[in-house]
């Protein structure tokens, strides 16, 4: 059976509320009983410990205890003296917790102790009538009044030897009409609080349960759209917590899945657009051939050749790309001279430069710092931008290659006279596929500057594509220090 997580949380809310209650009114009438079970038994443990002390003078002054038996007057005495001693002694303590109206009752009570006192009646019998006095055998001398199930014994000692024992019964609280009545109204109360709480808390769990299922019940909403590839779909949550975050992440994933499949389906009618041009050149080039209208020779080979090479390094680059999202790239890091392999670099496409009568001018610091990578990645990347230099710079025109230290990082500086590139293709152009046309297309499938990103982004360096000063187009390196 399929249970909602609302009914769950409900279900949990109300089950540990219902056993807090529980627990707490099982405890609350148990210490309660205990208290009101301590409260009066606890002033006769300690009338009976000063008693015994009394008893022990009288033991020593007498010697027996056939005074006691024969005068039940002084027993009394001796026994509501101490009793009331303790008694306003214990009030004493508490009075400085009283209001001015309690002080005052308090006051005309001790007055009134002085008095002869009169014989209270009391369900579990006074202090006296619940007294026992017993011989150093536990032999009855003076026998209770009100016999008690359970008493509590305080030895009577004269120079460390037991004379007697003075005993006193406890009172059972729940004989007590009064303490009865006092744990109903408690039970009573238990009970509505129980009652009111549960109400209480339902409306909360309610509360709470609808506010965690709602943005659950919008990202399953979400998830099944996505399913169905409706990726804009977005999921609004009103509250400040981490469903607030997990909507936003998901917001996120369906935006990204989105340009995914845009760039998904841009890639795959770019991929079919470059391969469609050479294809049917080829195609037109063999069927001239079969057709007999043109000479297959040296040159119509060539031709076709040409052709070949075109889509092999289509081909190629588009595997690397394909590789490097895949396996990730691949490198050695180690540390290098970067001004030697720029150096090298420039005089590796010196004669590309001549060929199309472009002017190169070289600047940087005297010193270079190390840089730590993979050498042979990088030069990759040089040879991508000095390649597309060669081929996109309008002849006869400059180009200004310079690296700048600074103290925590370096910069390399790659500019020509132009023809430059419109502000919308600027950030586009390390996207893969993608061509500035006309002046800059040339016949490269758009490929170098996306590897050249990948590379540059595994090596934790930066590379972005600026308007240069000089009318043409800024390629700006970013890289650590060793």
């Given at each position: 059976?399929?249970?909602?997580?609302?009914?769950?949380?409900?279900?949990?809310?109300?089950?540990?509320?219902?056993?807090?209650?529980?627990?707490?009114?099982?405890?609350?009438?148990?210490?309660?009983?205990?208290?009101?079970?301590?409260?009066?038994?606890?002033?006769?443990?300690?009338?009976?410990?000063?008693?015994?002390?009394?008893?022990?003078?009288?033991?020593?002054?007498?010697?027996?205890?056939?005074?006691?038996?024969?005068?039940?007057?002084?027993?009394?005495?001796?026994?509501?003296?101490?009793?009331?001693?303790?008694?306003?002694?214990?009030?004493?303590?508490?009075?400085?917790?009283?209001?001015?109206?309690?002080?005052?009752?308090?006051?005309?009570?001790?007055?009134?102790?002085?008095?002869?006192?009169?014989?209270?009646?009391?369900?579990?019998?006074?202090?006296?009538?619940?007294?026992?006095?017993?011989?150093?055998?536990?032999?009855?001398?003076?026998?209770?009044?009100?016999?008690?199930?359970?008493?509590?014994?305080?030895?009577?000692?004269?120079?460390?030897?037991?004379?007697?024992?003075?005993?006193?019964?406890?009172?059972?609280?729940?004989?007590?009409?009064?303490?009865?009545?006092?744990?109903?109204?408690?039970?009573?109360?238990?009970?509505?609080?129980?009652?009111?709480?549960?109400?209480?808390?339902?409306?909360?769990?309610?509360?709470?349960?609808?506010?965690?299922?709602?943005?659950?019940?919008?990202?399953?909403?979400?998830?099944?759209?996505?399913?169905?590839?409706?990726?804009?779909?977005?999921?609004?949550?009103?509250?400040?917590?981490?469903?607030?975050?997990?909507?936003?992440?998901?917001?996120?994933?369906?935006?990204?899945?989105?340009?995914?499949?845009?760039?998904?389906?841009?890639?795959?009618?770019?991929?079919?657009?470059?391969?469609?041009?050479?294809?049917?050149?080829l195609i037109a080039e063999i069927s001239a051939i079969c057709d007999n209208l043109t000479k297959c020779d040296i040159e119509s080979v060539s031709s076709l050749k040409?052709?070949?090479?075109?889509?092999?390094?289509?081909?190629?680059?588009?595997?690397?790309?394909?590789?490097?999202?895949?396996?990730?790239?691949?490198?050695?890091?180690?540390?290098?001279?970067?001004?030697?392999?720029?150096?090298?670099?420039?005089?590796?496409?010196?004669?590309?430069?001549?060929?199309?009568?472009?002017?190169?001018?070289?600047?940087?610091?005297?010193?270079?710092?190390?840089?730590?990578?993979?050498?042979?990645?990088?030069?990759?990347?040089?040879?991508?931008?000095?390649?597309?230099?060669?081929?996109?710079?309008?002849?006869?025109?400059?180009?200004?290659?310079?690296?700048?230290?600074?103290?925590?990082?370096?910069?390399?500086?790659?500019?020509?006279?132009?023809?430059?590139?419109?502000?919308?293709?600027?950030?586009?152009?390390?996207?893969?596929?993608?061509?500035?046309?006309?002046?800059?297309?040339?016949?490269?499938?758009?490929?170098?500057?996306?590897?050249?990103?990948?590379?540059?982004?595994?090596?934790?360096?930066?590379?972005?594509?600026?308007?240069?000063?000089?009318?043409?187009?800024?390629?700006?390196?970013?890289?650590?220090?060793?």
């Open positions: 059976m399929k249970i909602k997580i609302a009914y769950k949380i409900i279900s949990l809310n109300l089950g540990i509320i219902a056993f807090l209650m529980i627990l707490f009114s099982t405890f609350s009438y148990f210490s309660s009983r205990s208290m009101f079970s301590d409260a009066l038994n606890g002033i006769d443990d300690d009338v009976i410990e000063f008693l015994a002390e009394d008893l022990s003078q009288h033991h020593t002054s007498h010697g027996n205890w056939d005074v006691l038996v024969a005068s039940p007057e002084l027993w009394e005495k001796i026994i509501n003296e101490r009793f009331f001693a303790v008694f306003f002694a214990r009030i004493e303590e508490a009075r400085q917790r009283m209001t001015e109206e309690e002080r005052t009752y308090v006051d005309e009570m001790a007055a009134k102790s002085t008095a002869p006192q009169p014989k209270w009646e009391f369900p579990f019998g006074t202090f006296l009538q619940r007294s026992t006095l017993l011989d150093k055998d536990k032999n009855v001398v003076i026998p209770a009044e009100i016999a008690t199930q359970d008493v509590n014994y305080q030895k009577i000692k004269v120079q460390g030897q037991v004379v007697g024992w003075v005993g006193v019964g406890t009172i059972n609280v729940n004989a007590l009409p009064l303490a009865n009545y006092f744990y109903q109204q408690q039970m009573h109360i238990m009970f509505w609080v129980v009652i009111i709480g549960g109400v209480i808390a339902s409306l909360v769990s309610i509360f709470l349960s609808h506010q965690i299922t709602s943005p659950i019940k919008k990202l399953t909403v979400g998830a099944k759209e996505i399913a169905k590839r409706n990726y804009l779909n977005s999921i609004e949550v009103d509250s400040r917590d981490e469903l607030k975050e997990l909507a936003n992440s998901f917001n996120a994933l369906s935006h990204e899945l989105y340009l995914f499949e845009q760039r998904q389906k841009q890639w795959l009618g770019d991929i079919a657009h470059e391969l469609r041009t050479p294809v049917a050149i040409q052709d070949v090479l075109q889509i092999q390094r289509l081909v190629e680059d588009l595997h690397e790309l394909s590789r490097l999202d895949e396996e990730g790239l691949s490198f050695v890091k180690a540390p290098f001279d970067f001004i030697e392999l720029l150096k090298l670099q420039l005089m590796h496409f010196d004669h590309k430069f001549k060929r199309r009568d472009l002017t190169v001018h070289f600047s940087t610091e005297e010193t270079s710092p190390l840089v730590i990578g993979d050498s042979d990645r990088v030069t990759q990347v040089l040879h991508n931008l000095f390649d597309n230099c060669a081929k996109y710079t309008e002849v006869g025109g400059t180009v200004w290659v310079s690296f700048v230290q600074y103290s925590e990082y370096s910069e390399l500086l790659i500019e020509d006279s132009g023809p430059g590139v419109s502000d919308d293709s600027l950030h586009r152009l390390f996207d893969r596929l993608y061509r500035e046309s006309p002046s800059r297309s040339g016949s490269g499938a758009g490929l170098g500057l996306a590897i050249c990103k990948k590379i540059v982004i595994t090596h934790d360096w930066q590379i972005k594509a600026e308007r240069s000063q000089y009318g043409g187009l800024l390629v700006r390196l970013t890289m650590g220090h060793l």
